[in-house]
C-alpha cells in the first residue's frame, strides 16, 4: 500500500558518522557499517486506534537511524507492516459494531497523516498483513514440511524447539517468556500445543471473523510474528542490518520471528542488531491502546500544537530510556522550538560549524538526540547572549535541524 510523501532532507556539508547502537540481543553495543544500502525492518502499527505519543516515540527512534544512514550518504531501505488483520483490531470493530476493514483503513489514513506531520520519512514499502497473504501461506507451508510447524485442530503452531537459537533475541528465562507470552497475545494455556510458548502461524477459519485461502492450511488468516517474517525476506532478505519496535515487541515479537526466519532458510540472523526504544507512559503506566490511557498525535495537532513542538518533546528523551508524557513536556518544547525559530531567523550568527559535528557525534552514540538538543540548545543561548558575525550559521543550522532532527525551524 502507499505510505506517505517524504519530507525532504536537506543535505549538509562533509559527511555523518557511522551509528554505533544498542542491540538487545548482545546486550551491547554495535557499530554498524552497511554497504552503500542500509537495510531496515521497522514494525508498524496495528491500525484499531489513533497514533499515540508512545507510537511516536517509536517510530522517532528509527526516524534518526534512517537520517543517520542518509547523512553517511547511504541509500537506506526501509519496510515497515500494518497489522491491518488480528485479534485486537477485529476484537475493536466488534465492539463498535464497526466494519474492521473500514476501521483498519481510517486509523491507518491517520497515522499517515500524523507521521507526514511529524516529518518522519516514509518506509519505501509499506506492505499490510492481508497484502502479504500469499507470501505468508508458502511459508507456513515450508515450516509444517521441515517439521518446524503442527497442527491444533485445524490451526498451525510454529514450534519453538525447531530452532536451536529460540531465545538468543530477548535472552529471557522460561518463565519470563511465559508470562510475557500470555501478555502479549500467545496462548501458553492452550492444552495440546508442544510448547507452552508455541505461537500460532495460521489461525483456522472462525465464525464471523475474516478468512483467507491458505492452501493446504486450509481458510484462516495469518498469525502475527510470520506476518513481519514474510514481508521481511521479501523486500530486505536474511541479515538486514536493523529490526526496530518499542521494548514491548522483543518477546514473544521479535524472537519469534528471528526463529521463523532462520528456521526457514537455515542461515542467521534474521536481522543483524534488534534495537528496541523504551516505553512512553502516562499517569504511570504505560500508554497503551488496551488500558486507553492516551495522548494522541492527531488530537494535538486538532488543538494547533505545532507538530515540530510534539517532535521536540520526543527529542528531549532517549530512545532507549521509558519516560512519562505531560503537558509541562510539551510546554518545555514549544518554548525551545520557539527560541531555536528566534535564534535561526537572523542574519547572521555564531559559527555552527562545530555544532553540526556534535549533533552527528551525539546521533551517532546511541542515537543520543537530547545531547544533540543540548548542543542546539547551547548554539541557540550563545546566539541570543552574544550573537555572531557567520552569516551562513542560522540557514546551517536550520538545514541541520531538519535533516539530522527532522525538525522544520
Ligand atoms: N503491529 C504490531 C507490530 S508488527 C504492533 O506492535 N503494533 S502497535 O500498534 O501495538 O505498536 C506499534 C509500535 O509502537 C510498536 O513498535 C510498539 O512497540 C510501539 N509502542 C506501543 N506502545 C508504546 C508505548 N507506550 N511507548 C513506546 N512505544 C510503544
Ligand atoms: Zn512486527
Known amino acids: 500500500m502507499y505510505a506517505w510523501p517524504a519530507s525532504e532532507v536537506p543535505a549538509l556539508p562533509g559527511s555523518g558518522r557511522d551509528l554505533s547502537i544498542h542491540d538487545t540481543a548482545t546486550g551491547g553495543r554495535i557499530t554498524l557499517t552497511p554497504g552503500p544500502v542500509a537495510r531496515i525492518y521497522v514494525c508498524g502499527i496495528t491500525p484499531y486506534d489513533a497514533t499515540h505519543m508512545g507510537h511516536a516515540a517509536t517510530y522517532n527512534a528509527f526516524d534518526l537511524v534512517q537520517r543517520v544512514w542518509l547523512d553517511t550518504k547511504r541509500q537506506v531501505h526501509y519496510v515497515q ?12 470493530a466488534r465492539e463498535n459494531g464497526d466494519d474492521w476493514t473500514a476501521l483498519a483503513e481510517r486509523e491507518t489514513a491517520l497515522f499517515r497523516e500524523d507521521m507526514t506531520a511529524l516529518r518522519m520519512l516514509p518506509p519505501r514499502h ?34 519453538v524447539e525447531s530452532d536451536p537459537s529460540f531465545g538468543s533475541v530477548s535472552r529471557l528465562d522460561a518463565e519470563a517468556m511465559r508470562l510475557l507470552s500470555a501478555e502479549r497475545g500467545g496462548d ?15 489461525t483456522a477459519a472462525r465464525d464471523g471473523e475474516p478468512s483467507w485461502d491458505g492452501g493446504s492450511l486450509g481458510r484462516g488468516r495469518p498469525g502475527w510474528h510470520i506476518e513481519c517474517v514474510a514481508i521481511a525476506l521479501d523486500h530486505l532478505g536474511m541479515g538486514f542490518d536493523v529490526q526496530g519496535g518499542g521494548s514491548d515487541l522483543a518477546f514473544p515479537h521479535h524472537e519469534m520471528g528471528a526463529s521463523h526466519a532462520q528456521v526457514l532458510t537455515g542461515e542467521r540472523p534474521f536481522a543483524k542488531t534488534y534495537v528496541h526504544a523504551g516505553m512512553v507512559a502516562l499517569d504511570g503506566e504505560k500508554m497503551s491502546k488496551s488500558k486507553g490511557n492516551l495522548v494522541f498525535v492527531s488530537a494535538l495537532r486538532r488543538d494547533g500544537v505545532d507538530p515540530a513542538a510534539i517532535r521536540l518533546a520526543l527529542l528531549a528523551h532517549h530512545y532507549r530510556s521509558d519516560w512519562e508524557w505531560t503537558d509541562a513536556l510539551l510546554r518545555e518544547a514549544e518554548q525551545r522550538l520557539d527560541r531555536w525559530r528566534a535564534a ?46 557567520d552569516e551562513g550559521a542560522p540557514g ?5 535541524v531538519d535533516a539530522l532532527l527532522g525538525v522544520a525551524l
Request: hydrophobic share 45%; charged share 30%; no cysteine.
Open 81 to 92: 507492516n500494518v497489522t491491518d488483520v488480528d485479534d485486537p483490531l477485529l476484537e475493536r
Open 126 to 159: 509499506y506492505i499490510g498483513a492481508v497484502e502479504a497473504i500469499p507470501g505468508i501461506v508458502p511459508l507456513v507451508e515450508r515450516l509444517r514440511d521441515l517439521g518446524a510447524a503442527y497442527e491444533l485442530d485445524g490451526d498451525t503452531y510454529f514450534s
Open 188 to 202: 501458553p494455556e492452550r492444552p495440546g500445543k508442544k510448547n507452552a510458548l508455541d505461537p500460532m502461524l495460521w
Open 344 to 389: 535561526v531567523s537572523r542574519p547572521d550568527g555564531p559559527s555552527a560549524d562545530a555544532l553540526v559535528d556534535e549533533i552527528r557525534k551525539a546521533l551517532a552514540d546511541d542515537l543520543d538526540s537530547p545531547a544533540a538538543v543540548a548542543a542546539v540548545d547551547r548554539w541557540a543561548a550563545a546566539q541570543s547572549a552574544t550573537g555572531g558575525t
Open 396 to 400: 546551517l543550522v536550520s538545514r541541520a
